[in-house]
């Protein structure tokens, strides 16, 4: 079952909707662990299958997979942690490791993770404002597309294209106009 029919289906059988969380909240919560750090991640996770199961019935059934609107929860509720989120960011450029890249090992991770550990990068980062980092952070750490950005944000593909685009602009001005390792790359697609 796709997630759409899963949350169909939770409409008449709550149970159902575990499924769901099953699925996406190993990745909702390793997003959330990076932009806010491990003490923060498991209340902005349950949070957002909380809000997700309420909101379920506005659902768009004609979307199967459920990672884009979940994802733009999560965001919705980090938004209001944007202190935490700094913090964390302000905290990688001091010390130049990521606690999060460390405790995962899958290939996206580790990817995702060498575009992140410099401490150049988690500087420019906390420099961006809210909307650049939220669509940068999306595309190079949850791994969505601009489509699925997009959706998530509740904004137009256009506009995540212009926002990345002057994120990745900015994020190469406060690094010199230069790569401080190969895996700016990701920042670069």
Partial sequence: MDDAALIQQSLREPEAFAQVYDRHAAHIHRYVTRRLGADAADDVVADTFLDAFRQRRRYHFDRTDA????????ANII?????SEIRMLQALAKTGSDPVAQSYGDGVDDRVAASAAGRPIARALAALSPKYREVLLLIA???L???ETAEALGISVGTVRSRLHRARKKVREALGGHNPT????????
């Fill in 79 to 83: 938004g209001k942690r944007r202190r």
């Fill in 145 to 147: 597309s601009y489509e």
């Fill in 141 to 143: 750490w949850a791994d």
């Fill in 182 to 189: 190969s895996s700016m790359e990701e920042l670069d697609r």
């Fill in 67 to 74: 990672r884009p609107w979940l994802y733009g929860i999560a």
